[in-house]
């Protein structure tokens, strides 16, 4: 006798496999192969930043009800496959049941930046994260226009940033001619003091910047000893 398999909302029943030929053996048993049935549509899964989503092996109509088929994706630049071949199961209500894979967006690389303290000794920062660069004592970052280093699906913006000496104030001093007039000078430079005419400089030693601390850190300028010369009966006031 012949035996048809009837599927629900969502199912189909199997090719070839109904009507389904059943025989009565002499036993009172009957010997055939029941019909099944398959999940009519596939996943259909929409995955954000996926360039394709593989879905072959849970094409229509080829999964039988409670047996499970996987499912690929294959991301964007700056995105890594999570989940890649997932397991989905075809259920008797003609749905899907897993967990779809998704793309993850990459973490970027920090630089290799001398003279930091932070976002420049490499590792990594995870996308959507930004980090503020600090730099060591005596050292400023410098970053391209300002702010921090932004992470976005594996790129870095900007990709990298710079720790430079930090400059050094010369002193305000009276009477100074050269290095006393309190403006910058960038480190690794010297400046020699000198004073207006009449006045002596306290010290010849050049200034010198190193990262924005200066030795000496300043001079003065000052009157000459006044000598005058003994004369009878006269009386001198300074």
Same mark, same amino acid.
């Given at each position: 006798?012949?035996?048809?398999?009837?599927?629900?909302?969502?199912?189909?029943?199997?090719?070839?496999?109904?009507?389904?030929?059943?025989?009565?053996?002499?036993?009172?048993?009957?010997?055939?192969?029941?019909?099944?049935?398959?999940?009519?549509?596939?996943?259909?899964?929409?995955?954000?930043?996926?360039?394709?989503?593989?879905?072959?092996?849970?094409?229509?109509?080829?999964?039988?009800?409670?047996?499970?088929?996987?499912?690929?994706?294959?991301?964007?630049?700056?995105?890594?496959?999570?989940?890649?071949?997932?397991?989905?199961?075809?259920?008797?209500?003609?749905?899907?049941?897993?967990?779809?894979?998704?793309?993850?967006?990459?973490? %970027? &690389? /920090? #630089?290799? *930046?001398?003279?930091?303290?932070? =976002? !420049?000794?490499?590792?990594?920062?995870? $996308? +959507? @994260?930004?980090?503020?660069?600090?730099?060591?004592?005596?050292?400023?970052?410098?970053?391209?226009?300002?702010?921090?280093?932004?992470?976005?699906?594996?790129?870095?913006?900007?990709?990298?940033?710079?720790?430079?000496?930090?400059? %050094? &104030? /010369? #002193?305000? *001093?009276?009477?100074?001619?050269? =290095? !006393?007039?309190?403006?910058?000078?960038? $480190? +690794? @430079?010297?400046?020699?003091?000198?004073?207006?005419?009449?006045?002596?400089?306290?010290?010849?030693?050049?200034?010198?910047?190193?990262?924005?601390?200066?030795?000496?850190?300043?001079?003065?300028?000052?009157?000459?000893?006044?000598?005058? &010369?003994?004369?009878?009966?006269?009386?001198?006031?300074?």
């Amino acid at each position: 006798c012949n035996v048809t398999t009837t599927c629900g909302g969502g199912l189909t029943a199997a090719a070839g496999t109904t009507p389904a030929t059943y025989m009565c053996e002499v036993n009172g048993t009957w010997a055939g192969t029941a019909g099944h049935c398959v999940c009519s549509a596939g996943p259909g899964l929409a995955i954000e930043n996926a360039t394709s989503v593989d879905e072959a092996a849970c094409g229509p109509s080829s999964v039988a009800v409670g047996s499970t088929c996987t499912v690929g994706v294959t991301c964007a630049m700056g995105y890594t496959a999570v989940g890649a071949g997932a397991g989905y199961t075809c259920e008797v209500a003609g749905t899907w049941s897993g967990m779809p894979p998704s793309c993850s967006p990459d973490a %970027c &690389a /920090l #630089p290799t *930046v001398a003279n930091s303290t932070m =976002c !420049g000794a490499g590792g990594t920062v995870a $996308s +959507g @994260a930004m980090c503020a660069p600090m730099c060591a004592v005596g050292y400023s970052s410098v970053v391209v226009g300002g702010g921090g280093l932004g992470c976005l699906a594996g790129v870095l913006t900007p990709a990298t940033f710079t720790c430079a000496p930090n400059p %050094c &104030a /010369l #002193p305000n *001093v009276t009477n100074s001619a050269a =290095c !006393g007039d309190g403006s910058p000078i960038v $480190s +690794g @430079a010297t400046c020699v003091p000198m004073c207006v005419g009449g006045y002596v400089v306290s010290s010849g030693t050049p200034l010198t910047c190193t990262t924005g601390t200066l030795t000496p850190a300043t001079f003065a300028c000052y009157c000459p000893t006044l000598t005058v &010369a003994a004369t009878a009966g006269a009386t001198h006031t300074v």
